[in-house]
């Protein structure tokens, strides 16, 4: 983690030199950057319900996140903005839960994991026509999991630039290696299996007056392949051990509501309300407030927090309670009822002048958030955050 920050600060001051070059204000005609972010996170967990040992047993994670995002931009010569992002995230993670896949706890291969998931982006804004295309591809990796991934969109705004519809096509392609519980393990449950996502999201924003804003979202998923996770275990009441199973078609349907408002130059309220169902018979509402505080020009404090319920899916039940009768079954406590708490702050400071001497080096937050989970899990994640500009 020291050695990526070193290295982004290094790069960073290659742009700022370079940023120097475009001191006017005329429309960049050569590709510019215009924002370069870093990430770096922290997040542990803990719990007793762990879907590898069939509902019980420890869920204990700790997770470190590095990750940076560049946008460079160019206006083409029909002076339409051209936006290019590239990004890149590593994560390290070792897991109480997932070493249990082979019963011999900090001896298995899955004891630790490293996911590393890079992705390109492109948007061309016509700003005198108020329209905008955009198209991406990312990718993720790790031991067990494989993810491709493509998406297109438009946006168009209103006559008036009050309002704007955004419409993105993604679709995820996905590959799950067949690593059983070791008590389940056979020659013909091994290799891979593919899992593909396909998802339609919406979105109308719109400027109210200058003070309110809001916007409706909704999304489209349908999901077909293996569903399940193949080193989750299901104990039935019988006390056999079986490898869950779930259908491998999954629609999901969330529609959301989100809403700011600024009250003067100090004080803005930001809330957010989503309904989710699916064709698994999960039903849940989400709730968030968020209220960024500006105590002075270059400082500001952010308190927020989220409220989840959840309904339980139709084929989860707890260790030991399904029977040789169910067709599907899981014991994964993320499709069980349940209610959750997140809440926390963040600080954010933005010098006049930069920060560590950098003009453009303009931004540093720090964010912490606690979770609380009905069913008994907890977690704790404090997030960093530079910004280049």
């Avoid at 972010?37 to 204990?60: C, F, I, M, R």
């Avoid at 989840?308 to 899981?330: E, L, R």
């Amino acid at each position: 983690m020291k050695k990526i920050i070193v290295s982004v600060i290094a790069l960073l001051g290659i742009f700022n030199a370079k940023a120097q070059e475009n001191t006017s204000n005329e429309q960049p005609k050569k590709l510019t950057l215009d924002e370069a972010n870093l990430v770096s996170s922290y997040y542990k967990q803990d719990g007793n319900n762990s879907a590898v040992t069939g509902g019980t047993g420890s869920e204990k994670l700790n997770d470190i996140s590095n990750s940076i995002d560049i946008t460079l931009v160019k206006y083409d010569k029909k002076e339409r903005k051209n936006k290019f992002g590239f990004s890149v995230g590593i994560d390290h993670y070792t897991s109480a839960s997932s070493d249990m896949i082979d019963l011999k706890a900090n001896s298995s291969a899955s004891h630790a994991d490293t996911r590393i998931y890079p992705a390109l982006s492109w948007s061309r804004e016509n700003e005198s026509k108020g329209t905008t295309i955009l198209a991406g591809v990312s990718a993720s990796s790790e031991f067990d999991y494989q993810s491709y991934s493509a998406n297109i969109g438009f946006a168009k705004k209103t006559p008036n630039r009050m309002g704007e519809f955004t419409a993105k096509f993604q679709a995820y392609f996905d590959q799950v290696k067949l690593i059983a519980p070791i008590e389940l393990r056979t020659a013909a449950n091994e290799g891979t299996s593919g899992r593909n996502t396909y998802a339609l999201s919406l979105a109308y924003s719109q400027i109210i007056n200058q003070n309110f804003q809001v916007e409706f979202l909704t999304d489209a998923v349908q999901q077909t392949g293996y569903l399940s996770l193949p080193f989750h275990r299901v104990y039935f009441n019988d006390s056999s051990v079986h490898q869950e199973t779930l259908p491998d078609t999954r629609f999901k349907l969330p529609v959301g509501v989100r809403a700011n408002y600024f009250l003067g130059d100090k004080f803005i309220v930001r809330a957010y309300y989503r309904y989710y169902t699916d064709d698994w018979g999960l039903r849940s509402n989400t709730i968030s407030l968020e209220t960024p505080v500006k105590i002075s020009p270059f400082v500001s404090v952010t308190p927020f927090y989220r409220y989840y319920s959840q309904s339980a899916a139709k084929y989860f039940a707890p260790y030991q309670q399904h029977t040789a009768f169910d067709d599907y079954y899981t014991s994964n406590y993320d499709l069980s009822k349940f209610n959750s708490n997140f809440y926390g702050a963040g600080i954010r400071f933005n010098p006049k002048n930069g920060l560590f001497g950098v003009e453009r080096l303009n931004m540093l937050e720090i964010r912490y958030g606690h979770y609380t989970k009905s069913v008994g899990m907890t977690s704790d994640i404090i997030s960093l955050n530079l910004r280049f500009k």
